[in-house]
């Protein structure tokens, strides 16, 4: 019943842009805190991005001034804009939903299957 679809990646040469959708089903979006991970093969997972359900948006170091999170409430989706690729950005890219129960440690935690994005001349 939950779902967090990603979609958009592909191959794209650096210096180019691409943008990241995640569509979100089976729980009540405007309560969750999304965020983009991404993965490359031999490294661990990187925490990308992350805009809160009130909008605040914070970003990894190696995409700031590249990178833009944002999400739609009418359609349910998560976006993530990427600008000025560079190959060390070629990784999976996975959308992560999170909420954490009022007045209790109880987190709700939803991952998407991921979608693939290399850059590449």
């Known amino acids: 019943q939950v779902q967090l679809v990603e979609s958009g990646g592909g191959v794209v040469q650096p210096g180019g842009s691409l943008r990241l959708s995640c569509a979100a089903s089976?729980?009540?979006?405007?309560?969750?805190?999304m965020s983009w991970y991404r993965q490359a093969p031999g490294k661990q997972r990187e925490l990308v991005a992350t805009?809160?359900?009130?909008?605040?948006?914070t970003y990894a170091d190696s995409v700031k001034g590249r990178f833009t999170i944002s999400r739609d409430s009418a359609k349910n989706t998560v976006y993530l804009q990427m600008n000025s690729l560079k190959p060390e950005d070629t990784a999976v890219y996975y959308c992560?939903?999170?909420?954490?129960?009022?007045?209790?440690?109880?987190?709700?935690?939803?991952w998407g299957q991921g979608t693939q994005v290399t850059v590449s001349s």
């Open positions: 089976g729980f009540t979006f405007s309560s969750y805190a």
């Open positions: 805009i809160t359900r009130f909008g605040r948006t």
């Open positions: 992560n939903a999170r909420m954490r129960v009022t007045y209790t440690n109880y987190e709700i935690d939803y």
